[in-house]
């Protein structure tokens, strides 16, 4: 992504898109649509209208991307039965919390389930409520590792039989695809072609299609008088679209904000039209007190949002907070580079890293992001003192490492609490993916030139590591509250 002034992309097009919203008068496929509800890590919208208004380049007709619907249609449409029928889910006890969850790689331990979103939240309610995960998942290598036996774990995709999933395609397929009739000016500039573009491309590629399968599981488990349905929230049009089905009902629709987030990640910041005309859930649950401030700062939200705790935070605790480590101030000569999700940035990000470490006494190790781990190759050969990695053993960060490096991910942030400073780093020095949130232990923003500084500090042995603990341990514990299974605060919002 192109990262230009924070404020164009917050307010002026932030606020472009809320009005583009209008024009579709709230319908499903508005909601549907990861470009309204500004999924810009999924559209690219902005980074596109960047790009145009620099080369002054139309961009290419998606041409292959229409050659690959049909075939990209069938081919879900087929797994989706598939699986619906293999995963079946024939009945939910009444009054059941479902938490909505997702199967990743690392969910599996020699194919038993652990989640790893809500981690034991819905074991701990257990005792008090009738709870159920529903991971959502099409990835048939992956769910053939998992074992279903356990009652308390289903594919919510056996939710539908046949005739619900083809429903659902033939929606889309008739209603799916959006066209803006109005005309819209950025820098008064006619953009209306590349929204539209855009607005076509997202449907060939099917991105809106779960919010459509999710609103159809969403209404069984109407059916099914469930109590809850919980989610991780990132403000996403699925959720949107779950949130739209229970829309005047019993159910109780609980957000849960995860992890980390940065301004790139626009979805998460509302305006006011948005908050008022989008579908939204009845309260959203955060990991820290932070969190609950920034995003009622930054974002306009009408609803109630409440400090929870870290589910996914596994760092020593003594009950009450989390106890950061002293940070080791010797020089190690190895630093760590942890990826964000953002794949279009990694290429550029080894080139600046090889240009500054390679040929140097320092080891630099390479921590892509989890769901990358089996996909992602690089297009360059790598230095000798260059590896990549796919784990790190948080307890011997300090141990290890002279520093973190990182970019939108909240590793950054746990590598303080391990005890070693981090940066995050941004080429041209313009951080819209900030992730430290009212930090002021030291300036954590570095520029392809302040990272040679650093080099040069560590070879020379210079480098100072030392922050204050006392204060570090303050930031870390207002960004996260530790989660000890007192799940009374998650039971208040059931009422």
């Excluded at 292959?64 to 069938?74: V, Y």
């Excluded at 919980?230 to 996403?236: H, S, V």
């Amino acid at each position: 992504m192109i990262l230009h002034e924070e404020r164009d992309y917050l307010i002026t097009y932030n606020n472009l898109l809320s009005e583009l919203s209008k024009e579709f008068n709230q319908s499903f496929a508005s909601i549907a649509s990861p470009t309204l509800s500004k999924q810009e890590t999924v559209s690219y919208l902005y980074n596109n209208i960047q790009e145009y208004l620099i080369k002054k380049n139309k961009l290419k007709f998606p041409l292959k991307r229409i050659i690959q619907f049909i075939p990209r249609l069938l081919y879900l449409f087929f797994k989706l039965i598939y699986i619906s029928f293999k995963y079946r889910i024939k009945n939910i006890p009444a009054n059941t919390v479902f938490f909505r969850s997702w199967l990743v790689p690392r969910s599996l331990n020699e194919g038993f389930y652990y989640d790893d979103y809500f981690r034991s939240l819905p074991l701990d309610l257990l005792q008090y409520e009738k709870t159920l995960i529903g991971i959502n998942s099409t990835d048939l290598k992956l769910l053939k590792k998992c074992n279903f036996l356990n009652n308390s774990l289903v594919n919510s995709n056996g939710l539908l039989s046949f005739k619900d999933v083809f429903k659902v395609f033939i929606t889309y397929l008739k209603n799916g695809l959006l066209k803006a009739n109005n005309v819209y000016l950025y820098k008064d500039i006619d953009i209306t072609f590349l929204i539209n573009r855009t607005l076509l491309i997202e449907y060939l590629c099917l991105n809106p299609f779960e919010a459509y399968l999710e609103f159809e599981k969403c209404k069984k488990l109407i059916n099914f008088n469930i109590k809850a349905y919980c989610y991780i929230y990132e403000n996403q049009s699925w959720e949107k679209a779950a949130c739209y089905a229970y829309k005047n009902t019993n159910v109780k629709t609980i957000a849960y904000q995860s992890s980390g987030f940065s301004p790139i990640f626009l979805n998460f910041y509302p305006t006011l039209y948005d908050s008022h005309n989008h579908p939204m859930p009845n309260i959203i649950l955060t990991v820290g007190d932070y969190f609950t401030k920034y995003l009622k700062e930054n974002g306009n939200y009408l609803i109630p949002i409440k400090t929870f705790g870290a589910l996914r935070f596994e760092y020593k605790n003594d009950g009450l907070k989390y106890l950061v480590s002293k940070p080791n101030t010797l020089i190690l000569n190895r630093i760590l580079y942890a990826f964000s999700v953002h794949i279009n940035f990694y290429n550029e990000i080894i080139e600046d890293l090889m240009e500054i470490f390679q040929n140097t006494t320092i080891n630099v190790d390479l921590k892509l992001h989890p769901i990358y781990y089996d996909s992602f190759k690089f297009n360059i050969n790598l230095p000798s003192n260059f590896k990549i990695i796919n784990q790190v053993n948080n307890d011997e960060l300090c141990n290890y490492y002279d520093f973190i490096l990182f970019n939108d991910s909240s590793f950054g942030i746990e590598s303080i609490l391990c005890g070693v400073k981090s940066f995050q780093y941004n080429r041209i020095g313009k951080f819209l993916d900030n992730r430290f949130f009212y930090f002021n232990l030291w300036n954590p923003n570095v520029d392809f030139n302040d990272l040679i500084i650093l080099r040069d500090q560590l070879l020379s042995k210079n480098l100072n590591k030392y922050y204050n603990q006392e204060e570090a341990s303050k930031y870390i514990n207002n960004m996260y509250k530790p989660y000890i299974g007192n799940v009374d605060i998650f039971r208040q919002t059931l009422i």
